[in-house]
């Protein structure tokens, strides 16, 4: 088994930045793939960003590309979303994901692991 802890979430201004932590602990040589994923209100789950273990390949929305930046120490079993420019529509409780399949990225069925989530709000 594998747990995830999440931190960092908050209350920021439109144009700030937050920097969100997810630690990972128990069986974690098993995971590949680390990832972001986010729900806003009466929306569905989607993916933010994903980091692969073995290279440090990373992955992310559209939507998010040149504003956010997903990162990961493998020896503290941690992966970072750090979030700059932020806007409205980032609004969401994010969740950081693991899953052992390294073809894993977009789909959230594929993950076996997730945090409890961390609010983001941002105001405008």
């Known amino acids: 088994q594998v747990q995830l802890v999440e931190s960092g979430g908050g209350l920021v201004q439109a144009g700030g930045s937050l920097r969100l932590s997810c630690a990972a602990s128990?069986?974690?040589?098993?995971?590949?793939?680390m990832s972001w994923f986010r729900q806003a209100p009466g929306k569905e789950r989607e993916f933010v960003a994903a980091?692969?273990?073995?290279?440090?390949?990373?992955y992310y929305t559209d939507s998010v590309k040149g504003r956010f930046t997903i990162s990961r120490d493998n020896a503290k079993n941690t992966v970072w979303l750090q979030m700059n420019s932020l806007k409205p529509e980032d609004t969401a409780v994010y969740y950081c994901?693991?899953?052992?399949?390294?073809?894993?990225?977009?789909?959230?069925?594929?993950?076996?692991?997730w945090g409890q989530g961390t609010q983001v709000t941002v105001s405008s």
């Open positions: 980091v692969k273990r073995s290279d440090g390949s990373t």
């Open positions: 128990g069986r974690t040589f098993s995971i590949n793939t």
């Open positions: 994901a693991a899953t052992q399949y390294y073809s894993a990225t977009y789909h959230g069925g594929a993950y076996e692991y």
